[in-house]
């Protein structure tokens, strides 16, 4: 990689979220989240494995201080427990012992000259929200707003980069529709749509707040962090699959960040296909896709920069109109298949397709105005026996981030920054521990969580300590 390929301040670093490192999900005061409540429950994940303990990052931060600095990061992404701040998900009741210990984390951060970019809900609704309904509830997004700028004003003079939600699409889908990540609930074509409203709703209301109340003084920049794939059609000249991979782009990526960055609304693709797929099952209620009113159109341009989280690409056709059940499946209408020459990482979901990332960034810049980008997550799994010399990850890492450079330089993208996930081997959701994510292994069979440098993580800390040290402007 040449040395002047990024910026002088591009941002490197790497990401983590609360409930997959956290543990001590019941000391000091926190309130359980719909994550306790999911794993608790058995048969919901991976050998009825939990976070229980996690990477006791609650008690061990000072380890994962290290491993930050070890890499050379200039940049941290964690997210905040919303049920170890506010332990009934409201502000009426503060835990003082959780603002403390981000306020640790965010202090060691700055004097190890590291910035901090906080996501403010990564999965972890506090239970006592879900019991009200959780995302689902209109009331959720004024709930969410107070939350927001209790964190905008307790952390916002040291923290400048906020991420309000992250992955919508992921929480909608797998949480509601598919029932494989908490709240465990499977209300098929509808719920996954009402809820991604409500988070779009709650972050825009979290972003106005920022906007009017903070911004002038704390000068900081607010967004949300949007997953998506890289989509191509199958056969290129094919306008069947031309068409069916357009579906894909506007159900994950423009799903919210059509409303965000574009229109103030939803892509009309994916509008005209739920409602087409009603009318052929005979549904006759209002649109499943609710609307936004006059007030909440102005979605638009409420986001500050672009938050990408990529990990893989797929080729598209179309899947033959043949679901008979209302759901988002059926919607959307597409199959979606691997490229033969594309390697597999440890999970089958996790083909390795680095110019994929390049050609999303491409798209981005056309289709959403040339934004701002940060690429707040994107990396490469192990499974099965442990390998610390991770030759594929690196191979991963190293071709990815030189798409990303070509990004920059041939294609005039304005990335960023580039966020590795993840910092250390963590709780990956229903998988549990049997996938590893990390640039360093954790040991959860010792106590002392021994934290590990895989060769990827070495790799990657060369990788920014080049760019670095090339940077003469
Ligand atoms: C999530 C992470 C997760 C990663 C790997 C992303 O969808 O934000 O929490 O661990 O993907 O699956």
Redesign the pocket.
């Known amino acids: 990689m040449h040395k002047n390929m990024f910026p002088r301040d591009f941002a490197w670093g790497a990401a983590t ?1 609360a409930y ?1 490192i956290e543990g001590g999900w019941q000391v000091d005061g926190k309130g359980p989240s719909i994550w306790d409540t999911f794993c608790h429950e058995k048969g919901r994940v991976f050998g009825d494995q939990n976070g229980d303990v996690a990477c006791n990052s609650y008690e061990l931060w000072e380890k994962d201080l290290e491993c930050i600095q070890q890499l050379g990061l200039t940049h941290y992404r964690l997210s905040f427990s919303w049920a170890r701040l506010l332990p009934d998900g409201t502000t009426q009741h503060v835990n003082q012992k959780g603002v403390q210990y981000y306020n640790k984390v965010i202090d060691d951060l700055l004097t190890s000259n590291v910035s901090p970019v906080v996501t403010l809900y ?2 972890d609704l506090p239970q006592a929200l879900q019991d009200q309904g959780g995302w689902k509830s209109p009331g959720i997004a004024s709930l969410f707003d107070n939350y927001a700028q209790f964190c905008f004003q307790t952390f916002g003079d040291r923290v400048k980069l906020w991420i309000t939600i ?2 919508p699409q ?1 929480c909608a889908k797998l949480g509601h529709e598919d029932g494989i990540h908490a709240p465990g609930l499977k209300e098929k074509g509808t719920a996954a749509y009402l809820v991604g409203h409500n988070m779009l709703r709650a972050h825009a209301m979290a972003w106005h707040s920022y906007n009017s109340r903070y911004r002038s003084e704390q000068k900081g920049a607010v967004s949300i ?1 949007l ?1 998506s794939d890289w989509y191509e059609p199958l056969n290129q000249g094919c306008p069947e699959d031309i068409a069916a991979t357009e579906r894909d782009l506007a159900f994950t990526l423009g799903w919210f960040a059509w409303p965000v960055f574009v229109t103030g609304d939803y892509p009309e693709i994916m509008r005209s296909a739920i409602d087409a797929q009603s009318r052929k099952l005979g549904y006759n209620a209002a649109s499943r896709l609710p609307s936004f009113s006059k007030d909440e159109s102005a979605i638009l341009g409420t986001a500050d920069f672009f938050a990408l ?1 990529y ?1 893989t690409s797929r080729k598209v056709k179309p899947r033959g109109g043949c679901e008979k059940m209302l759901c988002i499946k059926g919607d959307q209408d597409t199959e979606e298949v691997l490229d033969s020459s594309w390697p597999i990482s440890g999970l089958s979901w996790l083909a390795v397709v680095p110019d994929g990332l390049r050609k999303l960034l491409k798209y981005i810049k056309d289709t959403f105005n040339n934004p701002a980008i940060y690429i707040t ?1 994107n ?1 490469f ?1 192990q499974v099965g026996p442990l390998q610390i010399e991770d030759a594929q990850r690196c191979v991963y890492y190293k071709d990815t981030i030189s798409e990303v450079a070509k990004a920059i330089q041939e294609d005039g993208v304005n990335v960023r920054g580039y966020f590795a ?2 910092l250390m081997d ?1 709780f ?2 229903a998988d549990g521990f049997s ?1 590893r ?1 990390g640039l360093f292994h954790v040991d959860f069979s010792d106590l002392k969580q021994s934290r590990t440098l895989y060769q990827s993580g070495r790799e990657y800390a060369k990788i920014i300590s080049k760019s670095r040290s090339g940077q003469s402007k």
């Open positions: 979220s997959q990564h999965f992250n992955e992921v962090a997953n989280n990990y997550e990396g799994s996930w993840s963590n990956e959701w996938v994510f």
